[in-house]
């Protein structure tokens, strides 16, 4: 077996998958901004609005700011590393550590904003309505559904590599022949 395709240690894989997540959540957070950067009221944008927040507020908005960050950044280090650790658990080899963690996070928040979607749909009609045919539509099939099979589907990754973990744990995995 190449060194390419070795499995890494439990703490290069948790590491790979801290990364990963950090770098799936930086950039989810970087495209949220980029994409809602109008203030208004009740789906109606305003340069005015956005003007006074900005010299009346810019402190407190730079702080939410800040906090959304580290917010983002700690999920993002959390999810990977548990999703690394469950790839190291399926022995898979270092790029598949990092990819299946980058992936895994953004699956993880893809059923998360679905939930949310589901839950508060008010938050997001100004955005998506305004946006194009296909997210207008995904906003009415979700907000229809319940968030909690969103929000419990969202759970199913990090609990599996959990349970990976303390399967690789036990001792070697007997397998069929």
Do not use: K
């Amino acid at each position: 077996m190449s060194s390419m395709a070795r499995s890494p240690t439990l703490g290069r894989a948790l590491l790979l998958g801290c990364r990963a997540g950090l770098l799936v959540f930086l950039l989810l957070y970087t495209l949220c901004a980029l994409l809602n950067m109008q203030l208004g009221y009740q789906g109606n944008e305003s340069r005015i609005v956005t003007d006074w927040v900005w010299s009346e507020w810019r402190g407190v908005v730079l702080w939410q700011v800040a906090r959304l960050i580290a917010a983002y950044s700690v999920i993002g280090l959390v999810l990977g590393a548990l999703l690394g650790a469950g790839a190291w658990a399926a022995e898979r080899s270092r790029r598949a550590v990092f990819g299946w963690s980058a992936l895994g996070c953004l699956l993880v928040e893809a059923l998360g904003m679905l939930g949310n979607m589901a839950q508060h749909p008010h938050v997001y009609a100004a955005t998506l309505y305004g946006r194009s045919v296909v997210t207008a539509a995904l906003l009415r099939a979700v907000s229809g559904t319940q968030p909690s099979g969103w929000y419990a589907a969202a759970w199913v990754l990090p609990v599996v590599s959990v349970v990976a973990v303390a399967l690789r744990g036990l001792g070697p995995v007997p397998r069929w022949h």
